[in-house]
């Protein structure tokens, strides 16, 4: 059964190349930049979906430090958030 799975992929191989041979330069062209264009794209699906957990897990380490962060350096006053660098007194700039 695998023999003749790869006899048709052999042959559809074959068959295409044939048709390619074929056809004038304008619409080989078109065909070329096609088949690149689709191949690119199965390359990038399939980057993406062996790649996915590993972002994933990456942006919900990032959300999570980011929340830390914004939780640990301010104040809650009821709804109002006051981070702990508004306490700080700060110089007036200088006009020009």
Do not use: Y
């Not at 096609?34 to 990038?44: D, E, N, V, Y």
């Not at 790649?51 to 914004?70: F, L, Y």
Request: proline share 3%; glycine share 8%.
């Amino acid at each position: 059964m695998l023999e003749l799975i790869f006899a048709g992929l052999g042959l559809a191989v074959c068959a295409a190349l044939l048709v390619r041979m074929v056809l004038p330069e304008r619409r080989r062209w078109w065909v070329d930049h096609h088949a690149q264009r689709l191949w690119q794209g199965l390359q990038a699906g399939a980057q993406r979906a062996w790649h996915w957990r590993g972002h994933r897990r990456t942006a919900t380490q990032e959300a999570d430090a980011a929340i830390r962060r914004a939780r640990g350096e301010a104040t809650r006053d009821g709804n109002v958030i006051r981070p702990k660098s508004f306490d700080k007194a700060r110089k007036p700039d200088k006009l020009h």
